[in-house]
């Protein structure tokens, strides 16, 4: 296999410390590599020191002639969210190159899923899933050999991740993946590199077979340091009874003897292997039960993005006691973090409706997938005030979450978003909530911390209402499940068959023969006749459903669109 780069020697330092030394490492074409490690070792700025964003401390990056790198960055860039989806995606090219080359821009935005309309939309109008397609479409502009994908499932709802599986798998060139979703590393990757303790582990291994090949390197490790560390202690008590030997005798050959042991013992520890420290983080929800039949209790609530916007969806009934842990499912842009952005509204604002009925002795916490909670100008121990007003709990958590004394000054607009999600989670076990509102927690969390998560809220004896797409964490963690769909909220019992539901909305792109990343340039009534289909396939299965679970409203408006597109359709 071609060989596409080659770093040597990476090295890349911060005011703080090293986030990494002396790497190096081979990419070869055919190569599909899932990068994975603890949040803020450095993985995104790995990424940035490989297109040549950053520089690094040391050491330099090589790349074949013929090679060519597209990052997909892990937020869409501030300047682009005026521009409208085409521009956007034109602005990746050279200015001369844009007019020949809008053809593919638009073929592009339409194999990523967009529709005519949306490519003259302004970007920041798109919901997080959207701003990973038109990130991904800008790479693709450039024709790269190789894909830098700075975390592209973070946003992505259960469909559309099964859609970037599918897109990655058709992917014929290379790629650098980071990611914290184990189920797509394990799907689409067959190379595994380890950022760990300011090194590189790599394995020619997708995530799962690695990571377990890691553990067994660690115990073997721990095993030989021990016995190495037994030797030094015995070499050890040997020089030290010898040296005393050599003063109480006053014999010079003891004396020599036992300092050529002792520099024996320094060899030794040089070379004695290294074992990992680990995560510095366990990461812990504690909680209050409170005692009461209901925390919180919804009805006949319509949920809407904004006050004066039209509602996403309707709550006939719910409700929440201490131990449930509820998972709210549905596509992006139904309207999950609406709801949980409301409730918090009026936790904080204490103006309970007659649609919503909070317990008065709630103790809410509230986790926003945008971390906007913490003041970006805030130290990281002022971050901390508002969930404790001791200093010495305050000071404590920090250490034990891996911020050290040095860092407790520095501003939390320094943090890396995996570290910001760190200092949260370490606000909200200070308070010991007995209600907790997660909206998408995982988004920065990295492999060990969303296994730690899963873990911790098994047992938190408070209520959750959980908004994720993780598929692994819904699994192990809830108990009930509430899906958003055709603007109605309904429980679900079976997870399984929530996300067997979910995964039949996917919609896969097909390639072209020659050019995978140009779609078939689609007629203009395609989309209407997909949309006609689609319309009527709902309002035949709302009418046979039984009367009482049927939508009336929204079988109205169904057909009102359905005689509508006919029209256009000329049907």
């Not at 040997?238 to 005798?249: E, H, M, P, T």
């Not at 939390?412 to 949260?424: H, M, Q």
């Not at 072209?512 to 319309?535: C, N």
Request: glycine share 6%; with cysteine.
């Amino acid at each position: 296999m071609s060989t596409l780069l080659n770093a040597h020697s990476l090295c890349m330092d911060t005011a703080f410390a090293p986030l990494f030394s002396d790497l190096s490492f081979t990419l070869k074409k055919g190569d599909r590599v899932g990068l994975i490690g603890y949040n803020g070792c450095g993985k995104s700025t790995l990424l940035k020191l490989l297109d040549g964003t950053l520089s690094p401390s040391s050491g330099y990056v090589s790349q074949a002639t013929d090679c060519l790198l597209a990052r997909v960055e892990q937020h869409l860039p501030a300047h682009l969210g005026s521009q409208t989806l085409l521009e956007a995606v034109l602005n990746a090219l050279p200015e001369h190159d844009r007019q020949s080359q809008s053809w593919r821009a638009d073929a592009l935005l339409t194999e990523m899923g967009f529709s005519t309309a949306d490519k003259h939309l302004t970007s920041a109008t798109l919901s997080g899933g959207q701003h990973t397609r038109l990130l991904l479409a800008r790479a693709l502009m450039k024709q790269p050999d190789v894909l830098l994908l700075d975390e592209p499932g973070n946003h992505l709802d259960l469909p559309t991740l099964l859609w970037l599986e599918q897109f990655l798998n058709q992917w014929r060139g290379s790629f650098i993946l980071v990611s914290h979703d184990q189920p797509l590393l394990d799907n689409v990757t067959n190379t595994s590199w380890i950022l760990r303790d300011h090194r590189l582990y790599s394995f020619a291994l997708s995530c799962g077979p690695a990571r377990q090949a890691l553990l067994a390197q660690d115990e073997s490790d721990a095993l030989r340091c021990k016995a190495e560390q037994k030797e030094i202690d015995r070499v050890a008590v040997s020089a030290k009874r010898l040296a005393i030997w050599g003063q109480v005798y006053d014999n010079d050959a003891l004396s020599r003897k036992a300092k050529q042991m002792e520099k024996h013992i320094q060899r030794l520890k040089t070379n004695q292997t290294e074992v990992t420290a680990g995560s510095q983080w366990k990461l812990e929800l504690q909680g209050d039960a409170l005692r009461a039949d209901r925390l919180l209790e919804l009805e006949n609530l319509a949920v809407a993005p904004a006050p004066d916007v039209a509602a996403l969806f309707h709550i006939p009934m719910a409700r929440v006691k201490t131990g449930d842990r509820v998972a709210i499912m549905g596509r992006n842009g139904c309207g999950k973090s609406s709801l949980l952005r409301f409730l918090w509204q009026q936790l904080v604002m204490q103006t309970m409706t007659d649609n919503v009925k909070i317990h008065p002795r709630v103790h809410a916490g509230y986790y926003d997938q945008t971390l906007h909670q913490l003041n970006d100008d805030d130290s990281l121990f002022d971050a901390l005030e508002p969930f404790t007003a001791s200093p010495g709990d305050r000071k404590m958590a920090l250490i034990g979450a891996g911020f050290g004394w040095s860092r407790h000054g520095q501003r939390v607009d320094t943090l890396s978003g995996g570290e910001r999600s760190r200092l949260l989670f370490v606000g909200l076990t200070l308070a010991r909530y007995s209600l907790l509102l997660l909206d998408e927690p995982t988004n920065h969390l990295d492999l060990e911390g969303k296994e730690a998560l899963a873990q911790t809220l098994q047992t938190f004896v408070g209520g959750v209402l959980l908004v994720s797409h993780d598929r692994q964490l819904i699994q192990q963690s809830c108990n009930r499940f509430w899906l958003i769909e055709d603007g109605q909220l309904e429980e679900w019992h079976d997870v399984e068959a929530v996300l067997a539901h979910l995964a039949e909305q996917v919609q896969i792109p097909e390639p072209e023969a020659d050019d995978v990343t140009v779609a078939q340039v689609r007629e203009p009534h395609d989309d209407l006749l997909e949309r006609l289909i689609t319309l009527e396939s709902l309002l035949a299965d709302d009418r046979a459903r039984k009367l009482k679970h049927q939508k009336p409203e929204m079988q109205k408006a169904w057909q009102q669109e359905i005689d509508r597109l006919q029209q256009q359709l000329e049907l």
